[in-house]
């Protein structure tokens, strides 16, 4: 098994900035794809982005040209750099891992992210 925790999460004014970290421990070796999803009151729980050990990324729509994810697989840890952050993007995020592009199957306890008007 993965664990994943999740850091970073906050209250910011629509606008700002900011940046989520998840470190992965445990059955590490079983991890190609690394992610984020959100889920919003109401809502379904949806892919923000992703990101193959070889670098290859994939954005949803809406935050593409906003938002950048990277990782360091040396220390087995992937980022969320979110910019000009909107109301909308109010959710929790979570962290996910999965053994190929973009299966997903573990996941975090996630982190609250709350934008302001």
């Known amino acids: 098994q993965v664990q994943l925790v999740e850091s970073g999460g906050g209250l910011v004014q629509a606008g700002g900035s900011l940046r989520l970290s998840c470190a992965a421990s445990?059955?590490?070796?079983?991890?190609?794809?690394m992610g984020w999803y959100r889920q919003a009151p109401g809502k379904e729980r949806e892919l923000v982005a992703g990101?193959?050990?070889?670098?290859?990324?994939n954005y949803a729509d809406s935050a593409r040209g906003r938002f950048t994810i990277s990782r360091d697989n040396a220390k087995n840890t992937v980022y969320l750099q979110m910019s000009s952050l909107k109301p909308e993007d109010t959710a929790a995020y979570y962290c996910?891992?999965?053994?190929?592009?973009?299966?997903?199957?573990?996941w975090g306890q996630g982190t609250q992210v709350t934008v302001s008007s």
């Open positions: 996910a891992t999965g053994p190929r592009p973009w299966l997903f199957k573990e």
């Open positions: 445990g059955s590490i070796f079983s991890i190609n794809v």
């Open positions: 990101i193959t050990r070889g670098g290859t990324t």
